[in-house]
């Protein structure tokens, strides 16, 4: 037999893993790229946009090595996998955040195309010059959250991908030779960077409006799955609770779900079991599973009625100027007023039935400084 | 507790010299059934299943040719009953054996039924409740039948009877509903809370230097197998399951739950020390060893009264004596080639409800509605098709007569104690663990003894294979199945059904059999179903949860068509959304905010940057 220095798993979950991340990044990078790099735009903007992307994977990677590092110290201290017995209620919440971003994002991101040229202003007022205290606390988190989007969602997409990778390459390496290791991370990792660039130099390239509608499906197939897969986690730790153990142990077959739950479940492409090689990345991009259970499939559903609706929804405000049994707003209301909201894209349901805000005056020139 | 037996011995000469002199005596018991309290271990205080009011339940004894009267009544209040005469043939009165909904109905509570049998044989059985997994509640005890023709009745100055069991703090009934559950998925059995000897955590055995004692050693417990040796002495085997055996050494024996074993015990010539013996449950049964289980039980030897009782010394290896080497004192030969074989693969698995089952090839057993008896006696010449039975009983028809084989190969990675009904069986193979299935082509594994080996409970090694062989020379029917009481709940279990034609011909059910059914609402006419006009109708027969689905049922592709459908219609609602243009009502909106902007930053340059300071970046 050949030494084993390649742990297939351990390749499959890092590609994935990667993969997942360079998804939400390249996206980031390209779009930023399109709306802001070029001649006659805001090179200062995009460049500081660009930096709070690599800043908050930066920030994500060496988060996740150190939550990770301890987790793992805290594994060979304590001798208990501390992770591992609440790991799906860990797993889902991160879901549920990156469902959320992603959606919020994919919006965004999709309104651009529209924008054009405006975006590229729009952006950088929304993005960089609201006063974080210029109205209540909830807002002034909003509006955080907002302008650092670009930081955040990288940040807690490399988070969740790292803490999962390194949390499965330690169960991994307690079983299987450490020399098995470091070359499938190695090629995870750069098999992952190199889709992610694809990804990138593709977005940049083509038509912006096309690359941005096949990548806002792309990121809504992910956040679909990631929605579905939410829902799938908490009911699976529910599970896992009730056997005592976790479940994915027994493998793939009976015993790894809870029958009552299940609308389908085939014995084999359990995305959670050693990596899940193909269906790994199958569920990654498409939320598969081997075993659904009524809350994942509903779930998956309703997200993509919400998405519709919601769709449907942006598009009569934009052609009515208010949603569908509402007030039309009146037209001498302060020009101003709902211009940050608009401008990153938000929710335009709640939009407009907020109070107006005074928006402290712009920055265009400390932006540009 | 510390029970002296020292008296019991000279009872038992006492009792044995009666039955001598009276030639196929009666020997009657009363039974009232009911639950009572004890505390056998010293750790817990329980509800226990006793007799007459007392735990543990007392030994039965009788002689060789004896008629036996058992009395039962049941006062348990909440539970039906039965008792089964573990390694009795019950030549004639196969509705004695005692297996529910098998030979017999359920007792209900406050009903009376007779077990009524004469013992042909002799040596070491038990007796136990064969109803519903009742019996490690505490309804079991051994049962010694005497036998002036002992072949080492000369050496014999005294005999005992040890018993040795596992032990559970909860009741079986709740144990079986967390057992049998979707959240035990891989079918964990129950661990014990402790092992007993004697029904005792501290057993002693008065003895006295330069005897030879008999000892009948039962395994009456649910689950676990024992090892079993005695510090100083060596044992000398010369019975099995009621099987007489050349004598043969051992240091150390395994005896299964169900399995007996009796063996001469030689006391030393001084009284200098005393000397401890260890029950050791095998705990390599067990899924999990709880941080509070105590798996070795100590008993004693006691030459002296006045000398401690020294703690049991640690054992280097468990190596038990191999049953399968022994010879039958009666050198019976190996039958002839068999007439007709029965192959048994141990499946342990899931059904369509998400718990676990245990199955004989693809069937987990689960009981009839009539009786299994009664459907042979009353489907004439039906009976001897095995489809009366229903599927699920699992029926074996044997025609009188027959050499029968049954081959076991266990596919589960567990040890498992088969046990038949009715018979002693030679055993032709017993592979160690690992050996795979048996190929009866192989002439390697077709070498059997010429002179088997037989008992009635022979363990099965862990994915390993065993076959036995026996003459279907006792009209009835006769389960087949695991003693683990654990995996007859699931469903391990086979029904043989030997010469049902004979049955009709010469068996009178008593009229108490019939009241119990009565009482009980059961039926006792008809198939497996209760039919009695068309007895190949086996429509509401009882049934085990349909097998788990493969792969997508209708329910998973419409769950995925839907999916599908919505992730389609999502994207195509993206990319209308996406691809239209911007809008009557926005593009007022963003020319009257652009024309706003510009008009405003044209008058913060004027203004100037004085409330720069205001807004905090970054």
Sequence with gaps: MTVNVFAVPVFFVVFRETLEAAVIVSVLLAFLKQTLDGPNRDQSTYKKLVLQVWYGSALGLLLCLIVGGGLIGAFYGIGKDKWGATEYYWEGSFSLVATLIISILGAALLRVAKLQDKWRVKLAKALEEKSVTSAGRKGAFKRWCEKYAMFLLPFITVLREGIEAIIFIAGVTFSAPAAAVPLPVICGLLAGFAVGFILYKGGSSSKLQIFLVVSTCLLYLVAAGLFSKAIWYFQQQDWNNIVGGDAAEVGAGAGSYDIDRSVWHVNYGNPELNGGGGWGIFNAIFGWTNSATYGSVISYNVYWIAVIIGFILMRYNEQKGHLPLMKAKKQDAPVMSDSSADGSGILEAKKNTKPTTTVTPALGREISE | ?618
């Design chain 2, 1 to 618: 507790m510390a029970i002296s037996l020292s008296h019991f011995p000279i009872l038992s000469v006492l009792l044995l010299a009666l039955y001598s002199l009276a030639e196929a005596g009666t020997v009657t018991y009363d039974f009232n059934i009911g639950w009572v309290r004890a505390n056998p271990d010293g750790l817990f205080e329980r509800t226990v299943i006793g007799i007459n009011g007392a735990w543990p339940p007392p030994t039965m004894e009788a002689t060789k040719g004896d008629r036996v009267i058992v009395n039962v009544e049941n006062s348990l209040g909440n539970q039906t009953t039965t008792l089964h005469f573990h390694g009795l043939f019950q030549n004639g009165t196969t509705y004695m054996d005692g297996p529910g909904q098998v030979t017999q109905c359920d007792i209900l509570s406050g009903q009376k039924m007779i077990y009524n049998f004469t013992v042909e044989q002799s040596g070491t059985y038990w007796y136990h409740s064969h109803d519903k997994g009742q019996y490690p509640d505490g309804i079991r005890a051994p049962f010694i039948i005497h036998d002036p023709e002992f072949p080492y009745k000369d050496q014999v100055d005294q005999e005992f009877t040890i018993s040795v069991s596992d032990w559970y703090h909860d009741e079986m009934v709740s144990l079986i509903s967390k057992f049998i559950y979707k959240g035990n998925p891989t079918g964990a059995e129950p661990v014990p809370n402790s092992g007993l000897i004697n029904d005792t955590a501290s057993f002693t055995l008065d003895v006295q230097p330069g005897k030879t004692y008999l000892v009948h050693m039962v395994n009456i417990g649910a689950f676990a197998g024992q090892y079993i040796w005695f510090e100083g002495h060596n044992m000398s085997i010369v019975e099995v399951d009621g099987v007489f055996t050349e004598e043969a050494e051992a240091e150390m024996i395994y005896i299964s739950a169900a399995q007996r074993c009796s063996f001469l015990l030689t006391t030393k010539n001084e009284t200098t020390a005393n000397y401890a013996f260890v029950a050791s449950m095998d705990t390599s049964l067990f899924d999990v060893l709880p941080d509070d289980l105590q798996w070795n039980s100590t008993g004693h030897l006691v030459y002296n009264k006045e000398l401690a009782l020294p703690t049991a010394a640690e054992v280097a290896e468990l190596n038990e004596f191999d049953d399968f080497t022994l010879v039958p004192y009666d050198k019976q030969p190996l039958f002839r080639d068999a007439d007709q074989t029965v192959q048994l693969d141990v499946i342990m698995d899931n059904l369509g409800d998400g718990k676990p089952y245990a199955f004989f090839n693809n069937i987990s057993y689960v009981s009839p509605k009539v009786p299994t008896l009664f459907t042979a006696m009353t489907t004439g010449e039906n009976a001897s098709n095995p489809e009366v039975y229903g599927e699920y009983s699992h029926p074996f028809v044997l025609d009188r007569g027959q050499v029968v084989d049954i081959i076991l190969n266990n596919l589960d990675s567990g040890k498992h104690p088969f046990h038949l009904h009715g018979h002693h069986f030679q055993t032709l193979v017993r592979t160690e663990e690992e050996a795979g299935v048996f190929d009866g082509t192989n002439s390697s594994q077709t070498n059997y003894p010429a002179i088997p080996m037989r008992r009635d409970t022979l363990v099965l090694n862990p994915n390993g294979n065993l076959v036995i062989r026996f003459r279907a020379d006792n009209p009835g029917i006769w389960l087949f199945h695991c003693h683990i009481e654990w995996h007859m709940d699931q469903g391990l279990i086979a029904t043989i059904v030997e010469a049902p034609l004979d049955l009709q011909k010469s068996l009178v059910i008593p009229d108490d059999h019939k009241a119990v059914c009565a009482a009980a609402g059961i039926p006792i006419a008809g198939n497996a179903a209760g039919n009695t006009v068309d007895v190949f109708n086996l429509k509401g027969q009882n049934h085990p949860p349909a097998p788990l689905p493969a792969g997508f049922t209708p329910r998973g592709i419409v769950a995925m068509a839907f999916s599908v459908l919505a992730a389609v219609l999502g994207m195509a609602a993206i990319v209308w959304y996406g691809l239209a243009d911007m809008g009557a009502a926005t593009k007022v909106k963003e020319e009257q905010r652009i024309a706003a902007f510009s008009a405003e930053q044209n008058s913060r340059e004027r203004q100037g940057s004085s409330d720069v300071s205001e807004t905090k970046v970054g």
